[in-house]
């Protein structure tokens, strides 16, 4: 998966927005909330997760998922874009924009 199909994965999601991120990077949130950035390259997807899921994942596939950054109950997940299952991205995607939506818009998205 490119970075361009990332972007429109993310965006079809209920309140998603593009904000640009600290470096110029696509920064992608949810009522001012981040949930997933782009690298600078486009290679990469940060993605929010709960810790036993960020761990979960780079036991499962090292080479593809490694920690990025870790707080509290929440770990975020680096994604080598090229090598990981586009199926798992979509999963991670909507699962870390789920951890910062309302609960309205996550009953709009799963109408």
């Known amino acids: 998966m490119d970075a361009e199909a990332v972007q429109k994965l993310v965006l079809r999601l209920p309140g998603a927005e ?3 991120g600290w470096a110029g990077q696509p920064a992608f ?3 001012k909330k981040g949930f997933a950035y782009l690298s600078e390259d486009d290679a990469k ?3 929010k ?3 036993e899921e960020q761990q979960a994942m780079i ?3 090292p080479e ?3 920690s990025w950054w870790e707080s509290g109950r929440f770990g975020w997940l680096e994604i080598d ?3 990981a299952d586009p199926e798992e991205i979509e999963e991670l995607v909507t699962e870390a924009w789920r951890l910062n939506a309302p609960k309205y818009l ?3 998205w799963e109408e």
């Open 29 to 31: 949130k949810v009522r």
């Open 81 to 83: 874009l090229e090598h």
């Open 18 to 20: 593009e904000h640009e």
């Open 106 to 108: 996550i009953a709009q």
């Open 45 to 47: 997807l940060f993605v």
């Open 64 to 66: 593809v998922y490694s």
């Open 49 to 51: 997760a709960l810790r």
């Open 59 to 61: 036991a499962e596939n």
